[in-house]
């Protein structure tokens, strides 16, 4: 069955400081997607990255990359340089076909503060 | 563009009453969902829908119904609201099965 772990529950940076967001995952499936959604203090759940299982080429986006590695299974998420405003709960989630559809499965979240 | 909202924000009930969460997108996307969030939990998918008039249980679907009779609705029903049901509830939209699925603002209910 398919699983996401974040094992990282909470954590506390300050300000300008670089951090990761541990992300693991289990699934049968060769075909499969990743993502990562961030849900600030307002609630929402903003889409931040998907990848496909067949393309292991990390990614940078601005201050925001993703290192995406089969051999480990795991899709780490890192910030360089924290803000303030990155303080939020990050979720990794696992998309297969172990259900028969494709639904997403999603870890507990990593609760992310930026202290000033 | 309005995407995919959710009303009420808000909800107040009693138990045992019918509750109706809305869903509705603006994106056409064929495949809708509903989760629920609660702490230690994270997300929960409770059903879903690949088209209109095609709908399926995720993993905890016990105490809800939903329908599709329109592509852009996607409502979720709780017959006889319990104390247990209480929870954030997100409704997504995605293209197709394999494509990201972007989420409404969320209902919070609150079941007394």
């Given amino acids: ?116 | 563009d309005a995407g995919i909202t959710q009303s009420p924000r808000y909800k107040i009930t009693e138990t045992g009453r019918q509750v109706t969460l809305m869903c509705h997108q603006t994106w056409s996307h064929s495949y809708m969902f509903w989760y629920r969030q609660d702490l230690g939990h994270g997300l929960r998918l409770i059903y879903y829908s690949a088209a209109a008039d095609i709908t399926d249980k995720g993993e905890v679907p016990d105490g809800y119904v939903v329908s599709r009779s329109k592509t852009e609705n996607f409502p979720l029903t709780l017959e006889s609201a319990t104390r247990s049901q209480t929870s954030v509830y997100f409704c997504a939209s995605s293209e197709s099965y394999r494509e990201t699925q972007y989420f409404g603002p969320g209902t919070r209910l609150l079941v007394l």
């Fill in chain 1, 1 to 116: 069955a398919q699983k996401v772990t974040q094992a990282q529950t909470e954590i506390s940076v300050v300000e300008k400081e670089d951090v990761t967001l541990d992300c693991v995952y289990e699934t049968r499936d060769t075909t499969y997607y990743l993502f990562w959604y961030k849900q600030p203090p307002s609630g929402e759940l903003v889409f931040l990255i998907r990848r496909n299982s067949f393309d292991e080429q990390n990614e940078i986006s601005g201050r925001y990359s993703w290192n995406f590695q089969k051999s480990t299974s795991s899709f780490n998420f890192t910030i360089t340089a924290s803000q303030v405003v990155d303080s939020a709960v990050y979720f990794c989630a696992l998309s297969d076909s172990g259900a028969g559809s494709y639904q997403l499965t999603f870890g507990k979240g990593t609760k992310l503060s930026v202290i000033p």
